[in-house]
C-alpha cells in the first residue's frame, strides 16, 4: 500500500511546465527542478498523485498503467496514420545504424558483467558456522561491535581489471537468525576461505562459544506449494541511511550494567523465534559487505564517504531547522532574520548526538530479508506478522529510523493482484533462492541496501547474555577452560 499519501496537486498537471514554467517556481521548494525529474512527476503533478499514490492504494501496478497508457496512445496513432506497422518497422530499420551498435553494446556489458561476476562467485566455496552459546554472556554488544570490525575488508574486488575481466567482487557475510519449530539458531555465512577471519575474530571476543560448520538448512529444505505456504519480505529503512536505528548503547548496556538490570532488545526477537510450533520456520538473514566502491565498474564512487557526506547533510539540515526565528519560517533565504541562534528540541540534539557517534564508525553495506515457512495446518497470521515487524524492538520511527518490511507479498492486499497465485508461488521460488545464495549486492539476485555501521549491526545480531531467557535457545552447560599450565607433559 502507498504510504505517506497526499492530496492530489491543484489543476490537471498541478505545477508542472504547463502552469508554472519549466523549472517551477524559481523561489519555491523545487526551484531549478526539472520536470523531467521522475520524483517530481511522482510527487508534485496530478497524473503522478493518480497513478503513484491512488491507484497503488487499489492494488493496480504502475507499470500496468503506463502499459494500458501506452497501448492506448499506439491505437490512437493506428487511426491517424495509414499502415502504422510498417511505417514503424520502415523507421526502425533505417535508423538502426544509430541505435543498434548502442543497444547491442550495452546489452552486451550488462550480460558480460553477470556472467563474469557470476563465474567468479561460483568459484567461492561457502559454509554455514552455527555458533553455540555459553549460559552466560558477560559481554555487552561492544564486543560484537568491535569482532564485526575484522570484517571490514574492500581488497577483494581488486583494480579494474580485477573486476572487468576476473569478475571479482568484494567479499561480503551474512548474519542470521533461524528457528525450525521453536528451535532456535544464529548463523554466520561466509565463503571457507574467510572462515579462519570470523572465527578468529569471534574467538577473540567470546573465548567461551563454540563454532561448528553444519549443513545449510536454506539448501536442504524443499519448499512443496501442496504442503506449504510462505510470506516472503524485505526490511528496510524508513528514513535515510543518515538517521540509524536505536542501538544498543541508547539501552544502556554499553555500560555493562548487573543481569537484572539489562534490557536487552533482542529478548523479544528470542521468544518470538522459540515460540514457533512444530511445523513452523523462520528466517531472517543480515547480508553485509564493506561499504566502498559503487554504482560503475569504470568510475565507482566511494560509497563510505557518499554515506558520511549524506550524515554531514542531514546534521546541517538539523542545525538548520532548529535556528529558525519563530514567525520567519516562510521568509526567503535572502532575509537576515530567518535564523538566529540554533535552539534545537530534546529530539534534534539527540539526533546530532547519535548521527554524530556514528560518523566515527565503521559503514557497511547491509540487506536484511525474512521468510516465515509453515505447513498448510499451522500456517498463522500472527507468527507471520511477528516476522514482519522482527525488527520493531530497535526501531525509533520518532526522530531516528526503523526497519519494515517492504516488497515481497507485502503488496498483495486485493485478489486481482494475483491471479491464481503465480506471482505468490514465483516470489516465494525467488526469495528461497536469494536466500540459499545469500544473494543481495550482485547477480543472479540485486535488491536495494543501505549503510549501517558496525554498531548498528551489533545491536541487530549479538549473543544474549543470561538476562535472556528464550526456551528455544540452546546453550552450552559447561564454560570451557583453559588447562593448567604446570601439568607434567
Known sequence: MAEDAHEAPSGLFGGTVFEEGLFGDSHGEHAVHPITSFEYIQHNTWFGWFVFEWLAEWGISRALVLWITFIGLLCVLGIEIPNLPLFIIEWLAGTAPLWLPIVLILSMWSVWTWYIQGLFISGRDPVVLDIKIPREITKSPRAMEIALVNLFNTSGEGAFLDRIWKGQVRVWYSLEYASFGGEVHMFIWCWKAHRDVVETSLYAQFPEIEIHQVEDYA???????????????????????????????????????????????????????????????????????????????????????????????????????????????????????????????????????????????????????????????????????????????????????????????????????????????????????????????????????????????????????????????????????????????
Open 219 to 489: 539448501s536442504k529444505f524443499k519448499f512443496d506449494p501442496r504442503s506449504h505456504k510462505a510470506f516472503v519480505t524485505d526490511h528496510v529503512y524508513k528514513k535515510d541511511d543518515a538517521y540509524p536505528l536505536k542501538t544498543y548503547v541508547e539501552f544502556e548496556l554499553d555500560k555493562d550494567p548487573k543481569e537484572e538490570f539489562k534490557v536487552d532488545p533482542i529478548a523479544q526477537i528470542f521468544e518470538y523465534l522459540s515460540s514457533l510450533k512444530k511445523g513452523e520456520q523462520v528466517w531472517v538473514q543480515i547480508i553485509f559487505r564493506a561499504s566502498g566502491k559503487q554504482d560503475s565498474l569504470f568510475s565507482p564512487k566511494q560509497g563510505d564517504d557518499m554515506w558520511m557526506e549524506r550524515v554531514k547533510k542531514a546534521i546541517q539540515g538539523i542545525r538548520k531547522e532548529a535556528s529558525l526565528t519563530p514567525g520567519k519560517e516562510d521568509a526567503p533565504e535572502s532575509d537576515e532574520r530567518k535564523y538566529g541562534f540554533p535552539r534545537p528540541t530534546w529530539s534534534q540534539t539527540e539526533q546530532m548526538r547519535i548521527m554524530e557517534r556514528q560518523l566515527s564508525k565503521i559503514p557497511f553495506d547491509v540487506a536484511v530479508r525474512g521468510l516465515y515457512i509453515a505447513e498448510n495446518a499451522v500456517y498463522s497470521g500472527p507468527k507471520l506478522n511477528g516476522m514482519r515487524w522482527f525488527w520493531k524492538p530497535i526501531n525509533n520511527p520518532g526522530y531516528l529510523n526503523a526497519l519494515g518490511p517492504a516488497r515481497g507479498h507485502n503488496t498483495f492486499d486485493y485478489p486481482w493482484q494475483d491471479f491464481m497465485g503465480i506471482r505468490d508461488r514465483l516470489l516465494i521460488r525467488r526469495y528461497i533462492d536469494a536466500y540459499r545464495r545469500r544473494c543481495a549486492f550482485y547477480a543472479p539476485w540485486k535488491t536495494s541496501y543501505k549503510v549501517m555501521t558496525n554498531e548498528v549491526l551489533a545491536t541487530m545480531f549479538h549473543f544474549p547474555s543470561a538476562s535472556v531467557i528464550a526456551p528455544g535457545l540452546e546453550r552450552i552447560s559447561a564454560k570451557k577452560a583453559e588447562p593448567p599450565s604446570n601439568l607434567p607433559k
